[in-house]
């Protein structure tokens, strides 16, 4: 197939944020817009006039979850059942269709994450991938000979189930669901909710980052029993902090207590490749190109 | 391919016992023989012995771990680093190879038992098994897509770490690399390690079992939010009590809190279907079909 000249988007489709872009069949960003999410029928009406300025091929959406991502279910292109007001079962991919109909690929944003880190990231092909993003939640995107994993769904290894760090015992957490899973003690709002300061405002020097650190270490030791993998790359805005992922990697050593063969730490728990959170924008024209390749040879 | 006259081999490797099987191409099986687990010439002596008296066309080895099971690694086919004495670093399938020659297939106990229950247990092609065996240990099998989870090797997650039941926070667990991990506390040696009885000598009203129903019910948590399975065997010796996974059942949908859709609980937290451990032999033996249409094919 002819892909030069066509163009590609992206979607990343945040819960706070939309960041839509249009790139180039060899991923050069053409323009990109950023905007608040609102009620979906307001930002899906941004999303698609942003997209109407161009001739777009096809385009890659990863979204907040949780949503139906298995072609054939009923649902399919839905975001599912979701706390954000206006949100439970919006038919993403349907309204988008409705407006702009080119073939697109419809995944999580930790999905589209760690596709970007895969194609873009500088692994090899046979690598198995793990991509945490610590925000807002915590979501997990895992790849493993190519594909995604997930069965009858994708994973939510955001709510995993942590041992409490001594110095936390008492903090409930902040999961609607579930209070102190992995997202409840290990999100941006549980920094705030512990501290009463904003998580960007606390000091490096502070003690919850020897918490957080500890929950990260849990959650890298768990996915290293579930999925083997090659690499596990932390994203998101509280894994940026200097410093907390080798603390993480100290907490892992001592949770493996030399029973795993692992690769030197430094280049298995680690900051994603792609900078300035790009690593979905990349995912998703990646598996925009895919969409437009499966369509072509129909 | 012909199958059709051939002879199918199948190896339980235990940690306590080995069980060699016999069948015919459509999984009849002819016979079988168990003998102790002692050090591994005279394990592997017996086990050669047994299979050279037919002429077996390919054999299914589903072995106690950790083992090397990615061809083309060093250490494909090995034992590796075991707390089993002798067996560390032993070539498993290259001393087999040197007595019998035939195509195998190597993978771990729980591999074969997962891909037994995918074959047999009447589940639908496409959907992903998590089989977790709690027993002397606690291995974990996972199938998605009609293949075995696992990048740099298989799955581990018999260390997962939990949270405590608080009945159980002063009891430290039997794992001798973790202590109070998944294997720590829910395998049969720390049934008698609490209690000072054997397991199956402990009544069924013993409060323990609140214990190890909760940590089941985590065990089971776990894998639902990482492979989002579409069923989730329990085998073994721990998990034949009776009552116990109805036990797991309540504690996990308490845990999921109405966050994931799921399948009736009843028909998702289960027994083998395949009775009397026979798991694994079926799923060694089909294994063992595998390695040998792939090997005609070649």
């Keep these: 197939m002819v892909v030069e000249g066509k163009l590609l988007g992206s979607i990343e489709a945040g819960g706070t944020k939309f960041v839509c872009a249009i790139a180039d069949a060899n991923f050069n960003v053409i323009e990109q817009t950023k905007f608040k999410t609102t009620n979906p029928v307001d930002t899906m009406a941004k999303t698609t006039a942003f997209f109407q300025q161009f001739n777009v091929s096809a385009i890659g959406i990863g979204s907040f979850g949780p949503i139906g991502i298995k072609e054939g279910q009923d649902d399919y292109g839905f975001i599912t059942k979701t706390p954000k007001v206006g949100w439970s079962d919006f038919d993403f991919v349907g309204s988008l269709k409705a407006a702009i109909n080119v073939p697109v690929f419809f995944t999580t944003d930790v999905n589209a994450s760690v596709y970007g880190e895969y194609e873009f990231g500088t692994v090899k092909k046979d690598q198995t991938l793990v991509y945490f993003t610590l925000g807002t939640g915590v979501g997990v995107g895992v790849i493993q000979g190519g594909s995604f994993v997930?069965?009858?769904?994708?994973?939510e290894i955001g709510h995993i189930i942590l041992r409490k760090h001594p110095d936390d015992v008492n903090f409930a957490g902040v999961c609607r669901f579930h209070g102190d899973c992995l997202e409840g003690l290990a999100s941006g709002p549980s920094l705030a909710a512990r501290t009463g300061i904003a998580g960007e405002n606390i000091s490096d020097s502070d003690p919850v980052?020897?918490?957080?650190?500890?929950y990260i270490a849990q959650a890298a030791w768990s996915v290293t029993l579930s999925f083997r993998p090659d690499?596990?790359?932390?994203?998101?805005?509280?894994s940026g902090r200097?410093?907390?992922?080798?603390?993480?990697?100290?907490?892992?050593?001592?949770m493996n207590n030399d029973y795993?063969?692992?690769?030197?730490?430094?280049?298995?728990?680690?900051?994603?490749?792609?900078?300035?959170?790009?690593?979905?924008?990349?995912?998703d024209l990646a598996l925009a190109l895919f969409a437009l390749q499966k369509a072509t040879v129909k």
């Excluded at 980052?209 to 500890?214: E, H, N």
């Excluded at 690499?231 to 509280?238: M, N």
């Design 242 to 254: 200097p410093g907390l992922l080798s603390k993480a990697r100290q907490q892992f050593a001592q």
């Design 209 to 214: 980052w020897d918490i957080i650190a500890y």
């Design 150 to 155: 997930g069965g009858r769904s994708h994973p």
């Design 231 to 238: 690499k596990i790359i932390f994203g998101g805005s509280v």
């Design 260 to 283: 795993l063969p692992l690769p030197d730490l430094d280049n298995y728990i680690v900051h994603p490749k792609i900078e300035n959170n790009g690593s979905a924008t990349y995912g």
